[in-house]
């Protein structure tokens, strides 16, 4: 019995191997079937791998772009390449660039963005601690700069020519400011700040958005050509890409762990925990969808071009900006008109619905599209003054904090209450009290410094942070904007005209670890003394 258990055993296995052969070669085809059926497709960076590019390598590695039907290689630039080349000539299907896009537009290349990953870019210019206070301090001196536009944009507003100094071919190292071989280095605030911080370097950093210069950066984008040949893929591609960027945006330290393993280890975990610290407030993933384009936005950043005279202007967005939900093509029902008279009466009708139905959905886009941008702006913006409401200054306040702290930098805060508010609405009506806060606001705004931030953050109390400011000359900005105010004059719809003052309590901070509630309440503490000791001056707490 042994002896025939042991004979018919390899005789069953071999049968089951024999009945489970086929299956498994099917699902082995199957499998590679699937796997060739990924398309191959390039995404070209505009720079070396480092956690700035962090949405696309999750995008990767979580499978996204898998789901989408999508085999992705992800490239680094190497020395010398430029990415728009790249892309226009083919050699990637979809690239990371800058505002230049707008250049190769103008060019006649067809360059389409399809989404935007910095609402606020990250460029600005560092100089030694000692070096240069002002931008304007930079005549004469040796500046390593390509030919990034929002830069010149802001040198050209503050009154500084391209002539006026040394440019320097970027070798995009800090080590040649550290050297003393430049007196300013172009850089991203997401990344040579660390390197300097490290190195044990002080510095100063100037940035365009202090003067109101605020360009879109990391601009995901591809050509008009794959979008009319490949447009399942081309929208595949960027729905999975922004899907990583979220995933990447809530989940940093896992996607700095594939940064490391796959990529890249040119950079330690620190400090891509520093560029991803750095990136949530250029990307706002909380407030803003992820890849979100105002056209708006762009036409302001076409202006900035023009003003430099690197676009014409009857320049035209037309096509630049990628539509997601393209409107249905009609022409087909055109065409058949030309068949017979009798489909012409149908199709005319069909097409008459189906014009009504786009005109409402186009105008409910449009509609929902200017509520969430007033929605937006109110989160940020006063609505009577105009000034930074109370939310936005305390975000602005905190940073500013950091930053002195991080820095070593003096800063200065006021709290400003106008006297007698009370009176004035009760004995003129609240629509006078309005005037008066608009009137002060404006005084304020052409008293105070561009660097100075100002908020309304109620009422009539408003907070002022002075920045790189200390106590002294902290004191003497106070007392100038309260002489301002207290010559100024409003007047009633009645025709009475009065004047009306301000009390300013005044703080600086102490210590890096000191927090902004405690700095506003000595800085409230000093506004209540002004006002209980006469009213319109300026107390120190």
């Known amino acids: 019995m042994f002896v025939c258990f042991s004979l018919c055993v390899p005789r069953v296995a071999a049968r089951w191997r024999e009945a489970l052969r086929g299956p498994l070669l099917l699902a082995l085809l199957l499998g590679a079937s699937s796997a060739q059926a990924l398309e191959q497709v390039r995404l070209q960076l505009n720079w070396q791998h480092q956690f700035e590019f962090a949405g696309f390598y999750a995008a990767k590695a979580m499978g996204y772009y898998r789901d989408a039907g999508l085999q992705v290689e992800i490239l680094a630039s190497a020395p010398g390449e430029h990415t728009n080349d790249l892309v226009i000539d083919g050699r990637a299907?979809?690239?990371?660039?800058?505002?230049?896009?707008?250049?190769?537009r103008n060019k006649g290349h067809p360059v389409v963005v399809l989404a935007v990953i910095f609402q606020h870019s990250p460029m600005v210019l560092l100089v030694p601690k000692n070096g240069a206070?002002?931008?304007?301090?930079?005549?004469?001196?040796?500046?390593?700069?390509?030919?990034?536009?929002?830069?010149?944009?802001?040198?050209?507003?503050?009154?500084?020519?391209?002539?006026?100094?040394?440019?320097?071919?970027?070798?995009y190292d800090p080590q040649d400011l550290i050297a003393g071989r430049v007196d300013a280095l172009q850089a991203y605030a997401s990344d040579e700040p660390e390197y300097l911080r490290r190195a044990g370097f002080e510095y100063r950093a100037f940035s365009a958005r202090e003067a109101g210069i605020d360009f879109y950066d990391l601009n995901l984008f591809t050509t008009q050509t794959q979008i009319d040949q490949h447009p399942e893929r081309v929208k595949a591609f960027r729905e999975a890409s922004l899907r990583g960027w979220k995933y990447a945006m809530e989940h940093p330290d896992e996607i700095m762990e594939v940064l490391l393993r796959e990529y890249s280890q040119k950079h330690a975990a620190d400090h891509l925990r520093f560029q991803y610290q750095q990136m949530v407030p250029l990307i706002q993933p909380v407030l803003v969808e992820m890849g979100y384009m105002n056209p708006e936005r762009w036409q302001r950043m076409v202006d900035s071009y023009i003003e430099l005279g690197l676009l014409p202007s009857d320049f035209s967005l037309d096509g630049f900006i990628y539509d997601s939900a393209p409107e249905r093509d009609l022409t087909w029902y055109y065409t058949g008109l030309l068949i017979a008279f009798v489909l012409f009466v149908l199709i005319s009708l069909v097409a008459i619905r189906f014009a009504r139905l786009s005109a409402r959905l186009k105008a409910e886009v449009i509609m929902r599209t200017a509520l969430q941008d007033e929605l937006q702006s109110q989160l940020w913006v006063d609505y009577l003054t105009g000034l930074a409401?109370?939310?936005?200054?305390?975000?602005?306040?905190?940073?500013?904090?950091?930053?002195?702290?991080?820095?070593?930098?003096?800063?200065?805060?006021?709290?400003?209450?106008?006297?007698?508010?009370?009176?004035?609405?009760?004995?003129?009506?609240?629509?006078?009290?309005?005037?008066?806060?608009?009137?002060?606001s404006e005084i304020c705004r052409a008293t105070l410094r561009e660097i100075d931030i100002i908020g309304r953050l109620g009422g009539e109390e408003f907070a002022i942070v002075l920045p790189v400011t200390a106590i002294a000359e902290a004191q003497q900005v106070s007392e100038r904007l309260r002489a301002a105010i207290a010559q100024a004059s409003v007047q009633t719809e009645s025709g009475v005209l009065f004047q009306f003052t301000t009390s300013i309590g005044l703080a600086q901070l102490q210590s890096p670890d000191e927090s902004l509630d405690s700095l506003l309440g000595r800085a409230d503490a000093a506004l209540y003394e002004a006002k209980s000791t006469g009213r319109n001056k300026v107390c120190v707490g």
């Open 93 to 104: 299907e979809f690239g990371v660039s800058d505002p230049s896009l707008l250049l190769e």
């Open 133 to 171: 206070k002002r931008i304007q301090d930079l005549r004469g001196k040796r500046v390593m700069i390509d030919y990034n536009t929002e830069l010149r944009a802001y040198f050209r507003q503050q009154g500084l020519a391209e002539d006026s100094f040394t440019q320097v071919e970027p070798s």
């Open 389 to 440: 409401s109370r939310r936005h200054f305390i975000e602005q306040a905190r940073g500013e904090l950091a930053r002195s702290a991080r820095y070593g930098l003096p800063l200065s805060l006021c709290m400003l209450d106008l006297d007698n508010f009370k009176l004035i609405n009760d004995r003129y009506g609240h629509q006078t009290g309005d005037v008066v806060l608009q009137r002060f």
